[in-house]
C-alpha cells in the first residue's frame, strides 16, 4: 500500500463513519489495521463490531432503548479513534513526509522530556536574572548570550514536541495549562506553543488539545489568548463534521459564550478576518502591478529632481511640491493606506521574497511573535545597541506589520554595514518627531483595537508560513479551503445574527466571492425578508453565477418591495435582454426613463433593447434623444449609423459613418460605411472604403472577407443583387494585390 493509496483509505473510512455507513467502514478499518499487524487494535475493533451488532438487532426487533443514539455516537466516535490511530501508526512507518519525519527523529534523539525541557527553560531564566547582576560588562554580556541561546532552544524543542505529541491524556492537559498560567514563562514563548498545538491539531484530531485551545481563548496575555482564538476557530471549521460526536467540545464552548459574551465578537472578527485574508493573493498583485509601480517612479523621479537641485540654494524646488500632488500618486498612497487602516495584508508582495535567511530554517521561528530580545537580533537590540534604535522600536512596534515581517525587515537591516546603519539611524532620528506620533498613536489605541491587530498579524504570520514555506506541501492550508463559517454547524450560529451575517455577506460581495455571498444573503433574506437592498444584491450575485432566471426573479422580488429603484428596474430590463426578450426589457426601460428622463447610459439600453426587437426606426428616435442630451459625446453616432441604414436612410447613415470614420474607426465601422455607399449606388466608393479600411487597421484579408461573408443576407435584403456581391468581392482583392 502507497502513502496516497492509505491516505485515500483513511479518507474513505472517515467519510462512511460520518455518512453512516457504519459496516463498510468497519470493513475498510479492518484491512487498514492489518497493514499495522492485528494486535490490539484489532480486538478492540472486534468488540466496538460486535457491539455494534447487538444494537442492530435490538433495533430492528423493536427494542425500546432511550440511549440509542448515544450508543451509537460511541460507536462512531470509537471508529474514528481507531481508523486515526491506525493510520498514524501507519504512515509513521512509511510516509516522507515532514510531519512523520519529525516524530521518527523525535523518537530517535528527544531524549529529554517535556517536563525536563520547560525547566530548563525557567531554570534558564531564573539564571539570566543573576547574570544581570554581574558587573564585568564582558562576562555578564557573554553569559547572557549564552542562557538566551539555550532558552530558546529549549523552546524550539517543545514545540516540535507539542507538534509530534501524541493524543493528550487528563494529565498532559493539566501540565501545559500549568506552563501556560506560569509568569516565568513569557507571552512570545507561549504564543510559540499555541502554534504548535494548532498544526498538530490540523495533523490528528485530539478532544484534549480542543479542550485545552479553549481554555486560552481567556488567557490573559493578548497573544495567546487571540493566537488560540484563531487556532480553535480554524479547528473547529477543520473537524466540524465530527464534533458531535465529542460533546465535550460543544459543552465547553457553550461555556466560553456564556460566561464571557465578548467571546462571540472575537470569533465574530477571527471569521472576518480569515476571510478577508484569502483574498492577499489578489491584494499582493495589485500591490505588484499598480500601487509599487507607482511609488517607485514617484521616488525616482524625485530623487531625479532633488539631484538637479544639488548645486543650488537651500530653496525648496517648487517642482518636487507639484510631484507629490500628483493626483495618480496620491491616489495610489491612499489606497494604500486605506488598505492598511482596514487590516488588509500588504505586504506580502513586500517581505514575501524575504524569508530565506537561516531564521526561518527552523520551521517554528515562523511562528515566533516579534521580540526585540532574540538572541539573532542582538546586534539590533542588544547590550550596544544600534544608534537610534528607539526610532526603530517605534516601527517595529508597528501594528500592521506581523512577526514574520517584522524579522525579515531586522534581517534587511543587518545586511547594511555598521557604519552605514549609523547614519540611516542619524536620519530617522531627523524625523522623530513624526515617529514620536506614531509611537503615540500605537499607545493610544484602545483595547479592542489592539486585539483586533493581534489576531490579524497572527493570521498573516500563518498565510505566510502555509504559502512561502519550503515543506508547506505536507500541511493543510487553511486559507485553500472555503472557509464559510456561516455553513458550519459548530459555529455557524455564532454567525447567523444579522449584523454578523451582514458583515461577511458585504465582505465576500466586496471581493466577488459572488457564490459564498449568495449563500449569505439568501440567510439574511430569511431574518429580513422585506428589504430590498438584499433582493438586489442576492440577483446581482446570482447574475454573475450566470443564473439569469433565478436573478431575474431576485430583482423582481426587489421591485415589489421597493418600486421605485432606478437600479433595479435598469437589472430587470438588462436580465431581460440577456434572456432574449427585449420587449420585455422595454417596459422596464420605459419606467426607469421616468425617473430618469436625462440617463444616457438608460437612453442608449432603451435604443440597443430596440434594436434587438427589431425597431429600428423606434430605436433610431430613441438614439437621436441620446445625442441631443449630449452633444459633446459620440456614443450615439454608431447606434444612429446602423439604424439609418437599416430604415435605409443612406444619406443620413452615410454622414455619421463619415463622422466615425474621421475619429478612431473599427474594421467593421469601415465595412458598415461601405455598406451604405455600395447601397446608395456606389460599388466602387465602396470597395474604396473596404480596402482604404483593411489598409488602415492592418486586418488580414481572410478575416474581413469572413465579416463580409456575414453580412452578405443583409446587403441582399436592401436590394443587392447575389452575383454583385460575389463580383464586388473579386474586384476588392484584385485591387488589394495590385
Known amino acids: 500500500m502507497t502513502v496516497p493509496e492509505a491516505t485515500q483509505l483513511y479518507d474513505r473510512i472517515l467519510n462512511q463513519v460520518l455518512q453512516f455507513s457504519i459496516k463498510d467502514a468497519f470493513s475498510g478499518l479492518g484491512f487498514l489495521i492489518q497493514q499495522n499487524g492485528f494486535g490490539r487494535a484489532y480486538d478492540k475493533l472486534t468488540e466496538t463490531e460486535n457491539k455494534y451488532r447487538y444494537m442492530l438487532r435490538y433495533r430492528l426487533e423493536g427494542f425500546p432503548d432511550p440511549d440509542r443514539d448515544k450508543v451509537e455516537n460511541g460507536i462512531r466516535r470509537q471508529l474514528l479513534e481507531l481508523a486515526g490511530e491506525a493510520y498514524h501508526i501507519w504512515m509513521t512507518r512509511n510516509s516522507p513526509g515532514f510531519y512523520y519525519d519529525r516524530i521518527r527523529v523525535d523518537r530517535v534523539g528527544g531524549h529529554e522530556s517535556m517536563p525536563e525541557l520547560v525547566e530548563t527553560?525557567?531554570?534558564?531564566?531564573?539564571?539570566?536574572?543573576?547574570?544581570?547582576?554581574?558587573?564585568?560588562?564582558?562576562?555578564?554580556?557573554?553569559?547572557?548570550a549564552q542562557l538566551i541561546r539555550l532558552r530558546e532552544n529549549a523552546a524550539g524543542l517543545i514545540f516540535i514536541k507539542l507538534f509530534v505529541s501524541e493524543i493528550w491524556t487528563e494529565e498532559n492537559r493539566t501540565f501545559l495549562s500549568q506552563v501556560f498560567m506560569d509568569p516565568a514563562f513569557s507571552d512570545h514563548e507561549k504564543g510559540l506553543f499555541v502554534s504548535a498545538i494548532l498544526l498538530s491539531l490540523q495533523k490528528r484530531f485530539d478532544a484534549g488539545k480542543m479542550l485545552f485551545l479553549a481554555d486560552q481563548c481567556l488567557h490573559p496575555d493578548m497573544e495567546v489568548s487571540q493566537r488560540a482564538l484563531v487556532a480553535m476557530a480554524l479547528n473547529l471549521y477543520i473537524y466540524d463534521d465530527r464534533l458531535s460526536l465529542y460533546p465535550e467540545i460543544g459543552l465547553r464552548m457553550a461555556a466560553l459564550f456564556d460566561t464571557n459574551p465578548e467571546i462571540s465578537e472575537f470569533f465574530i472578527r477571527i471569521f472576518y478576518q480569515l476571510i478577508r485574508?484569502?483574498?492577499?493573493?489578489?491584494?499582493?498583485?495589485?500591490?505588484?502591478?499598480?500601487?509599487?509601480?507607482?511609488?517607485?517612479?514617484?521616488?525616482?523621479?524625485?530623487?531625479?529632481?532633488?539631484?538637479e537641485g544639488e548645486d543650488l540654494s537651500d530653496e525648496f524646488n517648487p517642482e518636487w511640491q507639484n510631484m507629490m500632488e500628483n493626483a495618480e500618486f496620491s491616489v495610489k498612497m491612499q489606497q494604500f493606506s486605506d488598505m492598511q487602516l482596514e487590516g488588509i495584508d500588504v505586504y506580502m508582495s513586500t517581505f514575501s521574497a524575504q524569508k530565506g535567511y537561516p531564521f526561518f530554517n527552523e520551521f517554528y521561528n515562523w511562528f515566533l511573535p516579534f521580540h526585540t530580545s532574540h538572541s539573532s537580533l542582538k546586534d539590533l537590540f542588544g547590550p550596544n545597541p544600534m544608534e537610534g534604535s528607539n526610532v526603530l522600536d517605534a516601527v517595529l512596534n508597528s501594528d500592521y506589520l506581523c512577526s514574520s515581517d517584522k524579522y525579515s525587515f531586522c534581517f534587511n537591516l543587518l545586511q547594511v554595514p555598521a557604519n552605514y546603519r549609523t547614519t540611516m539611524s542619524n536620519q530617522m532620528n531627523a524625523d522623530s518627531e513624526a515617529f514620536e506620533e506614531v509611537r503615540k498613536s500605537n499607545m493610544g489605541m484602545n483595547n479592542k483595537y489592539r486585539l483586533e491587530m493581534t489576531s490579524n498579524r497572527y493570521i498573516q504570520d500563518l498565510y505566510r508560513f502555509f504559502y512561502l514555506h519550503h515543506r508547506r506541501m505536507d500541511f493543510l492550508n487553511p486559507f485553500s479551503m472555503a472557509l464559510d463559517f456561516h455553513n458550519t454547524?459548530?459555529?455557524?450560529?455564532?454567525?447567523?445574527?444579522e449584523d454578523a451575517l451582514r458583515r461577511i455577506a458585504l465582505l465576500y460581495f466586496k471581493n466577488k466571492h459572488y457564490s459564498q455571498a449568495l449563500a449569505a444573503f439568501e440567510q439574511l433574506i430569511g431574518l429580513c425578508p422585506t428589504e430590498a437592498e438584499l433582493h438586489q444584491k442576492r440577483g446581482f450575485c446570482l447574475q454573475q453565477l450566470n443564473q439569469q432566471e433565478q436573478a431575474l426573479k431576485a430583482y423582481l422580488q426587489a421591485d415589489l418591495i421597493h418600486s421605485d429603484s432606478l437600479w433595479t428596474l435598469k437589472r430587470i430590463a438588462t436580465t431581460y435582454r440577456q434572456l432574449k426578450n427585449p420587449a420585455k426589457a422595454m417596459e422596464y426601460y420605459r419606467r426607469a426613463e421616468k425617473l430618469a428622463p436625462s440617463d444616457i447610459a438608460?437612453?442608449?439600453?432603451?435604443?440597443?433593447?430596440?434594436?434587438?426587437?427589431?425597431?429600428?426606426a423606434e430605436a433610431l428616435n430613441v438614439y437621436f434623444k441620446a445625442e441631443v442630451l449630449n452633444e459633446s459625446s459620440d456614443k450615439a453616432y454608431r447606434p444612429i449609423a446602423w439604424c439609418s441604414f437599416m430604415c435605409r436612410k443612406y444619406d443620413q447613415a452615410s454622414k455619421y459613418y463619415?463622422?466615425?470614420?474621421?475619429?478612431?474607426?473599427?474594421?467593421?465601422?469601415?465595412?458598415?460605411?461601405?455598406?451604405?455607399?455600395?447601397?446608395k449606388g456606389s460599388p466602387m466608393k465602396a470597395v474604396e472604403i473596404y480596402k482604404h479600411g483593411i489598409r488602415q487597421t492592418h486586418t488580414i484579408l481572410p478575416d474581413f472577407l469572413n465579416l463580409f461573408r456575414k453580412d452578405a443576407p443583409e446587403l441582399l435584403r436592401h436590394g443587392i443583387a447575389p452575383n454583385d456581391v460575389s463580383a464586388l468581392r473579386d474586384e476588392l482583392i484584385y485591387e488589394l494585390e495590385e
Not at 438608460?602 to 429600428?616: D, K
Request: net charge negative.
Open 602 to 616: 438608460l437612453i442608449l439600453n432603451m435604443g440597443h433593447a430596440l434594436v434587438e426587437a427589431g425597431e429600428y
Open 658 to 679: 463619415s463622422k466615425i470614420l474621421d475619429q478612431q474607426p473599427t474594421i467593421e465601422d469601415f465595412l458598415n460605411a461601405g455598406h451604405v455607399e455600395w447601397c
Open 121 to 144: 527553560m525557567r531554570h534558564a531564566g531564573e539564571r539570566l536574572t543573576i547574570v544581570q547582576l554581574v558587573e564585568k560588562t564582558e562576562i555578564r554580556d557573554t553569559q547572557s
Open 489 to 497: 454547524k459548530s459555529l455557524g450560529s455564532l454567525v447567523r445574527s
Open 277 to 307: 485574508s484569502k483574498d492577499t493573493d489578489a491584494v499582493t498583485k495589485r500591490m505588484q502591478e499598480e500601487i509599487l509601480p507607482e511609488m517607485t517612479k514617484m521616488g525616482s523621479a524625485l530623487h531625479d529632481k532633488m539631484r
